[in-house]
C-alpha cells in the first residue's frame, strides 16, 4: 500500500495548509488539475489567491470531517431553525460558530473552490438567517441600496 499523498494549500496571505490528496480533491476546482493517479502527481502546491488563511483553515476542517463523514442532504421544507433543518451534530456546530460576516467570505471561498457540500451549508445559514425578515433588514445585511 502506498504512503498517503500530501498537497499544500496556499492562502492569499501565505499560510500553508497540509491536506490529504482526497481533501484537496473536494475541491471541484484542484480535482481538475490533480492526476486520478496519485503516484502520478507532480506538484503538490495548491494555490488559493482568492481565500485568506483563517477561511481556508475552516474550508480544510470541513472538507477533511466531510471526508470521514459525509454530510447528509437536508431537507428545509416548512423548517425555519438551522439545528431542525441540519441534523448531524458536527456540521450545525460548524456553521453556526460563523457570525454573518464570516460566513460571506465562507461562501465566497466554497464557490471559489467549488466545494458544493460547504456552499449548501453556509448559503442554508445565511437563507435561514434572513428568512422573514422585512425588506429593509435584508437589504441592510446585503448593503443594498434603496431603489
Same mark, same amino acid.
Request: with cysteine; hydrophobic share 40%; glycine share 2%.
Given at each position: 500500500?502506498?504512503?498517503? /499523498?500530501?498537497?499544500?494549500?496556499?492562502?492569499?496571505?501565505? =499560510? /500553508? !495548509? =497540509?491536506?490529504?490528496?482526497?481533501?484537496?480533491?473536494?475541491?471541484?476546482? !484542484?480535482?481538475? #488539475?490533480?492526476? =486520478?493517479?496519485?503516484?502520478?502527481? *507532480?506538484?503538490? @502546491?495548491?494555490?488559493?489567491?482568492?481565500?485568506?488563511?483563517? #477561511?481556508?483553515?475552516? /474550508?480544510?476542517?470541513?472538507?477533511? +470531517? $466531510?471526508?470521514?463523514?459525509?454530510? %447528509?442532504?437536508?431537507?428545509? +421544507?416548512?423548517?425555519?431553525?438551522? =439545528? @431542525?433543518?441540519? #441534523? +448531524? %451534530?458536527? $456540521?450545525?456546530? !460548524?456553521?453556526? &460558530?460563523?457570525?454573518?460576516?464570516?460566513? !460571506?467570505?465562507?461562501? &465566497?471561498?466554497?464557490? $471559489?473552490?467549488?466545494? +458544493?457540500?460547504?456552499?449548501?451549508?453556509? /448559503?442554508?445559514?445565511?437563507?435561514? *438567517?434572513?428568512?422573514?425578515?422585512?425588506?429593509?433588514?435584508?437589504?441592510?445585511?446585503?448593503?443594498?441600496?434603496?431603489?
Amino acid at each position: 500500500m502506498s504512503e498517503e /499523498v500530501m498537497m499544500s494549500m496556499k492562502s492569499k496571505d501565505g =499560510e /500553508v !495548509f =497540509e491536506v490529504p490528496v482526497e481533501v484537496a480533491r473536494m475541491s471541484k476546482m !484542484f480535482n481538475e #488539475t490533480i492526476p =486520478e493517479n496519485d503516484d502520478e502527481i *507532480e506538484d503538490k @502546491d495548491l494555490d488559493c489567491p482568492k481565500v485568506l488563511g483563517k #477561511t481556508l483553515k475552516k /474550508v480544510v476542517e470541513f472538507c477533511t +470531517q $466531510y471526508k470521514s463523514d459525509p454530510l %447528509e442532504k437536508f431537507e428545509v +421544507q416548512s423548517k425555519e431553525r438551522l =439545528e @431542525d433543518i441540519v #441534523t +448531524q %451534530e458536527w $456540521y450545525f456546530k !460548524f456553521i453556526s &460558530q460563523f457570525k454573518r460576516d464570516d460566513l !460571506f467570505p465562507l461562501i &465566497q471561498a466554497a464557490n $471559489y473552490l467549488d466545494i +458544493q457540500p460547504l456552499l449548501e451549508l453556509s /448559503v442554508l445559514a445565511i437563507c435561514v *438567517e434572513i428568512n422573514n425578515k422585512p425588506a429593509e433588514k435584508i437589504r441592510e445585511i446585503f448593503n443594498i441600496p434603496h431603489p
